[in-house]
């Protein structure tokens, strides 16, 4: 399919072939990541040569600066006080457009880098860049809609698709705004796989489940391509969240003793000694921090800490309070205020099979129950 | 002030630029939010009254001395006790989007008018104006995908990039637009209106031609396609800068 993005986006991948790569600039390497990034955000096909010349011409240090050129030029973005739809603003036109382009170099970022098992998402390069985006208030304060931001992204809006960053932007609202029936992008999934952004949003935040199991479930190259990507994540110790664990679970099942499937997290191998020379000094106390993500179908997120002595559980609360939250067969008290529970489990308390039931419900009436496993860290 | 400075300019896909009148108050506001800087000065975190940069080209458009000058006597100017009132001007600010001059006394504007005139400044931006659509008059069509890829190889060759004016089409809400946005940072932007007849929307300028990934944006960045306008899916560049560059 033609679109004014795609062309341009064609043509940049022309020019990189272009380009030795090696000797480039910041700067430049930012137009070169955008690019590609562009292309997988499309859907794009690289061509046989580009990623094979992207993993041996483009260095780590050179993606990092680029990623850092990059947070400079967010710190230039202008932003007016508010937004109003008569008066017409280069700056904020500018930034959200800038702001997008973000997401396809982070995009390209990874996809060079993974493989050589550095994940860009924990430089402090690429923390840079988020503190950077995250200063600017692209909503101006609440008064631009999400569909005048759109309008001002101009071709770009056709990047703003369900589980793009558009969606974690407080936007003000329209003024017809229809409620969160989201039935249409499901019904999507019955045209057009999705794009490589919304199977990373899932598999690391668990994004849009409905949408990508049912195309995961549609086309085989969708699931194979998850699943490649839940594992390579995990053997990189990647963020693969609760919602992508199970889908990955489900496809290799491992039941309990009671039945059903059990989701397998990494848990700290016994706790070491620090070097010989501090003697007496006690064990180092190892920890896995699992951040799981949305816990859908519940609007909540949770994360889990595991340490050699026990297992915590972080329950947030979005829009809608919880009511209870268990772990194996230790219950959380309900928070004193700001919608988080906290539960602690120490392993002697862990019993049976080692899968211990993990179950969170809201004030809805909606549950989110499943059973989990620790296994030794591969790492 | 009439633009542009002939009676017509034609331009390529039948867009017909045809003179005509810019209401003062209107031309007034673009010049003090531009080249005088009460835009810059406006935002969230207010930047330098410069921004835009109008006091770096040859010749400059405004400068600090004569920006201060005119800033002083505006203050002062009264017409039947209504006063300017950009606060921009008299050193304190104001969170609205736009500069006031739209609801100011016309008496008024035509003295503020008549007074930035000594300065050269509408003449100025009114040539920036006419300079970037006069390049694409005689433009080359190209496609998207061909003029990416050659600016793609370009990054490194700053001389490529001189004399470059690229002209998109497109919709920016209600309004279809042409867009000319020069490699210099000035950008020209046009209203389509009935029989592909223009009429002069806004001037301005950001100084992005240092970086060469922000000179890329910037020429490149297009209103939202329309497909139903002429060269919407197209740019357009000078004839002589697509013959240097073998287009």
Redesign the interface.
Known sequence: MRSPLRERTAGALDGIAGLELETLEPGAVVVVLSAVGDALRLDMPLGPALPGELQRRLSEAQILRAVDALAESVDRWSLPEAFSPEASDSGLEWALRRRDEVVSVLTAARRVLLPRGILVDGSANAERLARAVAAHDLSCGGTLTRAEAERLLGERGELAIGGSWLEYVAWAPEEAEEGPDRAWLDAAAGDTPPSLELLEGYVVFGRLRKFIESAAARWPEVADELADMIATYREHAGRVGFIARLWDARRRPQTSESGGVVVSFERPGPAKKLAASDGDSAPEAPSIEHELGILDPLDAQASLTASDRELVLTVYAGATALREVTLGSAHAEPPVRGGVWSVRLPWDAATGDGALRVRVRDAAGRDFDAQIALGPDPA | MKLPSVPVLELPGGYRWVQHEVPMKVWQAHLLKHPLGVG?L????P?PWN?EGWDLIDPPAITEERRTRFAEEVSNMSFERRRCEVRELRGSRS?K??PECYHCEPPLVVKCHQRLAEEATPARYAAETERLVRAVVDGAEV???????????A??QPDAWAGLVVMTV?R??KDAVVRCSGADGT?A?LYVGPQRQLGW??T?R?AVAE????R??WV??????APGLSLS?VFVVPRDWANRHGI
């Open positions: 810059a406006r935002r969230r975190q930047l921004h969170s989007p736009e496609s998207r995908r061909l003029l990416t890829g050659r600016l793609l190889v990054l490194k497109g920016d809400g950008r932007e929307r806004t301005y950001s970086r060469p990934n922000e890329l944006s490149l960045d297009s209103p939202a396609p899916e």
